[in-house]
């Protein structure tokens, strides 16, 4: 199993079968795996605030969802977080594919890396950085199951020591 | 298109929102956006499907898809104003490719924003905002000719044929009613609305 095929199959596990993404490198195998699978059904959305609110309405009308993302397009959404998400309560499932570190070539990517966590911090929103495969499984279950349980989000961020990072950085920065 | 836009008489959201919500037989769920378009919906008479955005400027047909995809045999509706559409077109591309025939668009166009001071809009110059959801991909996007024809397009199922946009010219007119300003009432009393709430005995 590979890390994607791991992380579909916790979500699969809980129930989320909405994925609603704007792509990335990192993420493709997720997303080439979401639509290979007819158990997902997925929405290509344009902007990252968008595809938080369609797995809003999806929740609120019973059915559950995740939204993929990369670093740069998190810090799209503040506002969507800040007057939807949180305050309305709803348990949106974040993947977060991190660009901006540890190898990365676009100097955008690594500024806006650093507004991360400390968005997701000033908003109280959960946050688990997944580093490898051994303990990715007991995180993302467990904190799913507590996102549904306490009505709150939670972000996973996929750190490149679990992903092994961007393919097109590597080969530009001959990693 | 343009000679549609031009023909299209100046109409009242407060009055059409009543007709609309006149017009809601089977439980359809409706998302209002933002300020004036949520303060009519709720002025028009409260209902259990309601959903109230507190926020989150241009998401309404988004959450709206959200629920459409969820919900495939109930019908909804999504309202948001010119200025909240312009914020975020692609929406309109995705619910184009994704098809949802139970999601129809209603856009209050008055081509200004009206609640913070009446500073111009593109749609009040330029931009056709049905050309746009066409040119998106929503084949069955129209402007609204008049009341009459506005309810003539209502007498409708809105469970099926979507996904529709009715685009409709209107006054300058704030909006009657004021929204509960309470985001987790309003999302527990929509799921109720919607059979997904878990409020079990409390609700008693």
């Known amino acids: 199993m590979t890390w994607s095929d791991t992380l579909l199959g916790l979500l699969k596990d809980n129930d989320v079968r909405l994925i609603t993404y704007v792509p990335d490198n990192v993420l493709t195998p997720l997303l080439t795996g979401v639509n290979a699978d007819n158990y997902f059904l997925s929405v290509g959305a344009t902007r990252e605030d968008e595809a938080i609110g369609t797995v809003t309405g999806a929740y609120m009308a019973g059915l559950r969802g995740a939204v ?26 974040m993947v977060i594919s991190e660009r901006g570190t540890m190898g990365e070539f676009n100097i955008g990517q690594s500024l806006v890396a650093r507004t991360m966590r400390p ?57 | 298109m343009s000679n549609d836009r031009a023909a299209a008489k100046i109409l009242n959201r407060t009055a059409l929102t009543k007709l609309l919500v006149q017009r809601l037989k089977h439980d359809e769920a409706v998302v209002a956006g933002i300020g004036n378009t949520n303060f009519d919906l709720f002025a028009a008479g409260h209902r259990p499907q309601n959903f109230y955005m507190l926020g989150s400027m241009g998401l309404a047909c988004p959450i709206a898809l959200g629920v459409a995809l969820a919900q495939p045999d109930r019908g909804v509706i999504a309202l948001e104003g010119d200025g909240s559409i312009l914020m975020g077109l692609g929406c309109l591309s995705t619910i184009a490719t994704m098809k949802p025939r139970n999601l129809t668009i209603v856009i209050w166009d ?71 300003r309470d985001p987790a009432l309003i999302r527990s009393r929509f799921m109720k609305g919607l059979g997904t709430g878990r409020g079990g005995a409390l609700e008693a």
Not at chain 1, 68 to 93: C, E, R, W
Not at chain 2, 158 to 175: H, M, N, V, Y
């Open chain 1, 68 to 93: 993929m993302m990369q670093t740069s397009g998190f810090a799209l959404i503040a506002n969507a977080l800040a007057s939807l998400t949180v305050p309305y309560q709803i348990p949106a499932i």
């Open chain 1, 119 to 175: 968005t997701l911090d000033a908003l109280g929103i959960t946050h688990h950085t997944l580093t490898d495969e051994i303990t990715m499984p007991f995180i993302v279950d467990s904190s799913i199951k507590q996102a549904f349980s306490t009505q709150a989000p939670v972000a996973f961020i996929l750190s490149p020591l679990l992903t092994g990072g961007n393919p097109a950085a590597r080969a530009k920065l001959k990693l």
């Open chain 2, 110 to 180: 008055n081509g200004i924003y009206q609640i913070t001071g009446k500073q111009l809009t593109a749609t009040g110059g330029v931009t056709d905002i049905v050309a746009v959801a066409r040119g998106a991909g929503i084949a069955a996007s129209e402007w609204v000719r008049d009341e009459a024809h506005f309810e003539q397009l209502l007498d409708r199922r809105f469970d099926g044929g979507g996904p529709i946009l009715l685009a409709a010219k209107i006054d300058d007119e704030a909006g009657k009613g004021q929204t509960p």
